[in-house]
């Protein structure tokens, strides 16, 4: 096993300006966990070299929980479950924006 099992419904602290900050129009956030895994901090500067940064962390500051590509169209990774969030007519706001993006790329898209 990798770690303890990380369940229910935690904190997420949001990076201004971020994609996910946009997506959510909040700085706090909190959604369901259901995972052993997570990021190891110590080498968020090596991700921000490579261009991927933290979007979003434990209340804390030591748990990463969400990642992006800020030079990528749309590229978004989160820890937490979505989907137990969503529904049928009222989608998670994460995949309303990633369904808006497609939509807007395609139509935009160069031939």
Known sequence: MVGSMRLGSY???????????KI?????????HRHRYEMNIKYESLFKENGMIISGKSPDGM?????ELPDHKW?????????????PLKPHPIFNSFINASLYNKKHAKS
Do not use: A, D, T, W
């Open 11 to 21: 904190e997420c602290i949001l990076k201004n300006k971020s994609l996910i900050s």
């Open 24 to 32: 959510y129009n909040k700085n706090i956030i909190e959604e369901r």
């Open 63 to 67: 748990l990463p929980e969400i990642v």
């Open 75 to 87: 590229y978004l990774g989160v820890q937490f479950h979505p989907e137990l969030s969503s529904q």
